[in-house]
């Protein structure tokens, strides 16, 4: 698909020509893999099979505390090959004792294991002072992990825009559509034309061995969820048009190695949800409306995508085309996790402040990463004495890939995760598989053994209910019956499972089935289970399930993007009244949609205003002349008008909730002719 015939409603630059691809990666690959100096200028490194991009102030620190944690993590242990001395722990951050627990010490035969899976790091933000920010923060030994994890790229973008979103995600993703649709060698920034292949122009090609794909952004700014879905939006558009792409041209390329191939890329954006819940919090902030957006526009796409019937024709790619979504899935994270893990560790969560809020959420994001690393990461991410110097062996292991990840997970994911210490020695039936089960779905709390966060990403529903209903489950001998009848669970569509594991410490048959019994009897509708058995990326042994489609039905989900309907699109007469909540509740339950009733209650176009507390027709101008002057093409040109969310997508929005809520499957019977 040509660069001249794209569809008018993505104008995203993308390089055409595959040599000028090449060079950029061969760039890129140089700053991520230096050259040695006995190396014969030809570099053939291999590009780390994950990439995580940092948006916004908070998805970049995030990003950036994820690469601390694994920079740290490989220092340390390099120094104890080295050297004996052991590091005292109390001098240690909580992550930094995670993520040291975590990992095997001692090797067999002497030999000590090597954490070494690092994935790329790219990290943006509005802020003209990004770099400053990372450079010079006044964490210990911050400047040298700069300089020595390579991996780790700042794609400065402040030519564009200097300053942030001003809390308003539509601008935000107006910002990002100017970047994105501007000719990326006219940057005076030449990094960015580098960086946009490796994100964006090469995905899919053999010469970017990468992936996975995980933007990292809090729902509740401006800039990181605004950016976040055009970033993703750009990359499935490019990886897309290469996919309907049948010119004959590439295929006569005497070098095929970098062709490009079907071979499935996995996107998630991991997403921070605000703290909806507590004495100090009002439903109506700015944050809620800006998450909520988000949250809409992300299902109502992915109806769009996936579930759409009303489309005319299939197999016109074109059509594809204009109903692409950001990413394949969305990990929903809460901040009220935080408030949780506080409570439980003996604090008072209503005075938690900021710092230590977003210390845990980065905790936590961390480790989630960590263990999606873990169960999908190939030999090439390792150092190659790793698995020599962990006496693993390879074939036991059972690893999660892309096409997995694509097949296994859509739409709105939450994660559950727990995990036991199991020392050498440990007999396998001395290990509580039940209660490693329970506390993975449990509300938030602190590991005391090894400092991890344990528990759920987002609550099924209101935290004193659930802890009740958790409480319950385990007095009734975890009877899955006192749990499954939560939409959470019940409308759950498919699974994945992280079961990671020492490398001496055999789990056995009993314990496995177990758990996928727990799993199958508290997730009854669920049409496909994967499971991924991690072996010697551990110290401990650690459960991570990823539960799909069926978090948009949690209270937190529902309250935030209802909160945003009501504020953005309401009528005039619905907007002071608790009358629309009630019907767009009415509407997802009823067996009939009575698609009148969205025309009703809400008006064609989201109203921006009602966020921003400035005059929204004296800031509207402002933005499209900065997309006049740096784009200066009338065709291409962008109103920030056209991309107000509308009517359809708050139709496509309550369609996906319908679809999920009535998610069922069919118990198969055995049928004979032999009567």
């Known amino acids: 698909?040509?660069?001249?015939?794209?569809?008018?409603?993505?104008?995203?630059?993308?390089?055409?020509?595959?040599?000028?691809?090449?060079?950029?990666?061969?760039?890129?690959?140089?700053?991520?893999?230096?050259?040695?100096?006995?190396?014969?200028?030809?570099?053939?490194?291999?590009?780390?099979?994950?990439?995580?991009?940092?948006?916004?102030?908070?998805?970049?620190?995030?990003?950036?505390?994820?690469?601390?944690?694994?920079?740290?993590?490989?220092?340390?242990?390099?120094?104890?090959?080295?050297?004996?001395?052991?590091?005292?722990?109390?001098?240690?951050?909580?992550?930094?004792?995670?993520?040291?627990?975590?990992?095997?010490?001692?090797?067999?035969?002497?030999?000590?294991?090597?954490?070494?899976?690092?994935?790329?790091?790219?990290?943006?933000?509005?802020?003209?002072?990004?770099?400053?920010?990372?450079?010079?923060?006044?964490?210990?030994?911050?400047?040298?992990?700069?300089?020595?994890?390579?991996?780790?790229?700042?794609?400065?973008?402040?030519?564009?825009?200097?300053?942030?979103?001003?809390?308003?995600?539509?601008?935000?993703?107006?910002?990002?559509?100017?970047?994105?649709?501007?000719?990326?060698?006219?940057?005076?920034?030449?990094?960015?034309?580098?960086?946009?292949?490796?994100?964006?122009?090469?995905?899919?090609?053999?010469?970017?061995?990468?992936?996975?794909?995980?933007?990292?952004?809090?729902?509740?700014?401006?800039?990181?969820?605004?950016?976040?879905?055009?970033?993703?939006?750009?990359?499935?558009?490019?990886?897309?048009?290469?996919?309907?792409?049948?010119?004959?041209?590439?295929?006569?390329?005497?070098?095929?190695?970098?062709?490009?191939?079907?071979?499935?890329?996995?996107?998630?954006?991991?997403?921070?949800?605000?703290?909806?819940?507590?004495?100090?919090?009002?439903?109506?902030?700015?944050?809620?409306?800006?998450?909520?957006?988000?949250?809409?526009?992300?299902?109502?796409?992915?109806?769009?995508?996936s579930y759409n019937e009303e489309r005319e024709d299939d197999e016109v790619p074109a059509d594809v085309m204009e109903r692409i979504r950001p990413w394949n899935s969305m990990m929903l994270i809460s901040n009220d996790i935080m408030r949780y893990a506080e409570e439980e560790d003996g604090g008072d969560a209503d005075s938690i402040d900021v710092n230590t809020m977003e210390k845990y959420a980065n905790q936590y994001i961390s480790q989630q990463i960590f263990n999606i690393l873990t169960a999908q990461a190939v030999t090439t991410d390792y150092d190659e004495d790793y698995f020599r110097r962990a006496g693993i062996d390879i074939a036991e292991t059972i690893r999660l890939d892309a096409n997995d990840l694509f097949m296994s997970l859509a739409g709105p994911v939450a994660v559950a995760y727990a995990e036991s210490v199991v020392s050498e020695g440990t007999r396998q039936d001395?290990?509580?598989?039940?209660?490693?089960?329970?506390?993975?779905?449990?509300?938030?709390?602190?590991?005391?053994?090894?400092?991890?966060?344990?528990?759920?990403?987002?609550?099924?529903?209101?935290?004193?209910?659930?802890?009740?209903?958790?409480?319950?489950?385990?007095?009734?001998?975890?009877?899955?019956?006192?749990?499954?009848?939560?939409?959470?669970?019940?409308?759950?569509?498919?699974?994945?499972?992280?079961?990671?594991?020492?490398?001496?410490?055999?789990?056995?048959?009993?314990?496995?089935?177990?758990?996928?019994?727990?799993?199958?009897?508290l997730c009854p509708n669920t049409t496909l289970k994967r499971y991924a058995l991690v072996i010697g990326a551990s110290a401990n042994l650690s459960l991570t399930t990823l539960i799909a489609k069926s978090p948009c039905l949690s209270d937190d989900f529902l309250t935030l993007m209802v909160a945003y309907m009501k504020r953005c699109f309401a009528r005039d007469d619905y907007r002071y009244t608790d009358e629309i909540e009630n019907v767009i509740l009415k509407m997802i339950q009823e067996d009939e949609f009575d698609e009148d009733l969205v025309d009703k209650y809400f008006t064609t176009y989201e109203n921006p205003a009602k966020i921003l507390d400035t005059n929204w027709y004296a800031i509207k101008p402002m933005y499209e002349k900065k997309y006049r002057e740096l784009i200066d093409n009338n065709q291409r040109f962008v109103s920030i008008n056209d991309i107000r969310l509308d009517i359809n997508n708050v139709r496509n929005a309550i369609k996906y909730l319908r679809e999920i809520y009535r998610h069922r499957i069919s118990k198969t019977n055995v049928l004979s002719l032999n009567i």
Request: proline share 4%.
């Open 1 to 305: 698909m040509s660069q001249e015939n794209l569809p008018i409603e993505h104008l995203y630059f993308t390089e055409t020509s595959l040599e000028q691809i090449l060079e950029n990666l061969d760039v890129v690959r140089n700053k991520i893999h230096p050259l040695l100096p006995e190396d014969d200028g030809v570099n053939e490194q291999v590009f780390p099979s994950v990439c995580l991009i940092g948006l916004g102030r908070c998805g970049s620190n995030i990003a950036l505390d994820v690469a601390s944690l694994v920079y740290d993590a490989r220092s340390s242990y390099m120094r104890e090959i080295e050297s004996q001395e052991i590091l005292e722990s109390e001098r240690e951050f909580r992550p930094m004792r995670w993520i040291r627990k975590h990992l095997p010490i001692e090797g067999k035969d002497g030999f000590k294991p090597v954490f070494l899976i690092e994935p790329i790091v790219l990290l943006g933000d509005l802020d003209k002072d990004i770099e400053g920010r990372i450079r010079f923060s006044n964490q210990e030994g911050r400047a040298k992990f700069l300089d020595e994890y390579t991996k780790l790229q700042i794609m400065d973008l402040s030519e564009v825009h200097a300053g942030g979103a001003g809390n308003a995600p539509i601008l935000g993703q107006y910002l990002a559509k100017i970047i994105l649709n501007k000719d990326a060698t006219t940057f005076r920034n030449e990094n960015w034309k580098h960086m946009h292949s490796y994100l964006v122009d090469s995905c899919g090609i053999k010469a970017n061995q990468s992936r996975l794909y995980f933007y990292i952004f809090s729902a509740g700014g401006g800039t990181g969820s605004g950016m976040a879905s055009e970033f993703g939006l750009a990359q499935q558009f490019s990886y897309l048009s290469k996919t309907f792409d049948y010119r004959s041209d590439q295929s006569q390329m005497a070098d095929k190695r970098h062709s490009f191939v079907f071979e499935p890329i996995f996107t998630s954006g991991i997403c921070i949800l605000p703290n909806i819940s507590g004495k100090n919090v009002e439903i109506s902030e700015a944050l809620h409306i800006n998450a909520g957006r988000l949250l809409t526009k992300y299902i109502s796409e992915e109806w769009n995508f």
């Open 430 to 521: 001395t290990v509580d598989i039940d209660d490693l089960f329970c506390r993975s779905i449990e509300l938030p709390h602190f590991n005391n053994d090894t400092s991890a966060i344990e528990g759920v990403s987002v609550l099924p529903v209101e935290s004193d209910k659930y802890r009740e209903s958790i409480k319950n489950f385990r007095k009734s001998g975890y009877d899955a019956s006192t749990l499954n009848n939560l939409h959470f669970f019940k409308n759950c569509s498919s699974i994945v499972s992280i079961i990671s594991l020492p490398r001496d410490y055999k789990l056995s048959f009993t314990a496995l089935n177990r758990l996928k019994m727990h799993l199958n009897r």
